[in-house]
């Protein structure tokens, strides 16, 4: 969807390196999130935020940071980066009004 | 907690025919909304069809509909006259409401669908 980006799109990263994923969203929707996607688990929340400044953990928060300084912009961070993070990162949006959650693309995050 | 449970990993349908898709979930919640996602090699996760827990009415998409068990917490999706571009993974999801008024989606393993031509 055009109105959700995800950079990077791939990226391959060391053990014990930090990561920053960044979501970006033109739609001026209220709510964001992180979700990870690993065969045989679908997708599981790691973060949300329903504000500016207001995030809440998911199922699966160890490891993970979030932070929204803006209503367009929610980022993920990786503190120390390790295999077990490997996988596919998506960003969702949704709004009130709108109640399906809408995808960005993607980041296939690879660690070595 | 809610959960959501797609017990059918992996299906396969013959072109023409019809499929369904199974899923099922836990809630204490009387109104909330239930949605079946597609993902196709491509990765994009692409929204199917959605149901409003408070209507009766089956929900409908063109060939895509389906089967809401609201007592049983049953959410299945019948694919009619399948193709071959329906092949893909498919989730079934449920959004609840948090404290705070904040929704949180909550997604089964998912069911990969093969088309047979």
């Known amino acids: 969807d055009a109105g959700i980006t995800q950079s990077p799109r791939h990226k391959v990263t060391e053990t014990g390196t930090p990561v920053t994923l960044r979501c970006h969203q033109t739609?001026?929707?209220?709510?964001m999130y992180w979700y990870r996607q690993d065969p045989g688990h679908g997708l599981r929340l790691i973060h949300y935020s329903y504000g500016v400044k207001d995030t809440d953990k998911g199922e699966v928060s160890d490891g993970y940071s979030v932070s929204r300084s803006k209503t367009e912009d929610f980022l993920l961070t990786l503190e120390s980066a390790t295999s077990s993070q490997t996988s596919v990162y998506f960003c969702?949006?949704?709004?009130?009004?709108?109640?399906?959650?809408?995808f960005g693309p993607g980041t296939r995050l690879t660690v070595t | 907690a809610q959960t959501v449970t797609q017990s059918q990993p992996e299906m396969s349908v013959q072109e023409a025919e019809t499929v369904t898709l199974s899923c099922t979930y836990d809630?204490?919640?009387?109104?909330?909304?239930l949605f079946w996602y597609k993902q196709p090699p491509s990765r994009q996760m692409i929204l199917v069809i959605r149901q409003e827990a408070y209507k009766q009415q089956n929900a409908t998409e063109n060939r895509f509909s389906v089967n809401f068990q609201k007592a049983a917490k049953s959410f299945s999706l019948k694919i009619s006259d399948s193709q071959l571009g329906d092949a893909a993974m498919y989730f079934c999801?449920?959004?609840?409401?948090?404290?705070?008024?904040?929704?949180?989606?909550?997604f089964g393993t998912g069911t990969r669908l093969k088309v047979l031509a």
């Open positions: 969702a949006i949704s709004a009130r009004d709108r109640p399906a959650v809408l």
């Open positions: 809630t204490s919640e009387s109104d909330y909304y």
């Open positions: 999801a449920y959004r609840s409401v948090g404290t705070s008024g904040t929704y949180k989606y909550i």
């Open positions: 739609e001026n929707h209220r709510y």
